[in-house]
């Protein structure tokens, strides 16, 4: 993996805070990401169980992303 010195500072960092090796920690990191990415987690599909219901019944407020960019100053080019 070619990652920044500065990235692998922080990793080695997070390591032994961890107690863990650099590479036991990269490869824990990884398990857990992979399993979060497999599956939604049970607050997810709740969460948007709950946004499909309010759409079905016309109830959900949504906001247009350009209301949302001029709010927070972005550009359309940062996003796209």
């Known amino acids: 993996i070619e990652l920044k010195d500065e990235v692998w ?3 080695e960092k997070q390591a032994k805070a961890d ?4 590479k036991n920690y990269i490869e824990n ?4 990401l ?5 599956e939604p987690s049970e607050e997810y599909k709740t969460m948007m169980d709950d946004i499909l219901d309010r759409q079905e019944k016309g ?3 949504t906001i247009p992303i350009e209301e949302i960019r001029k709010k927070y100053g972005i550009s359309r080019n940062t996003v796209d």
């Open 19 to 22: 107690n863990r090796s650099l």
């Open 59 to 61: 109830t959900l407020k």
């Open 29 to 32: 990191y990884f398990e857990n």
């Open 34 to 38: 992979a399993r979060q990415l497999a």
């Open 9 to 11: 500072e922080i990793l």
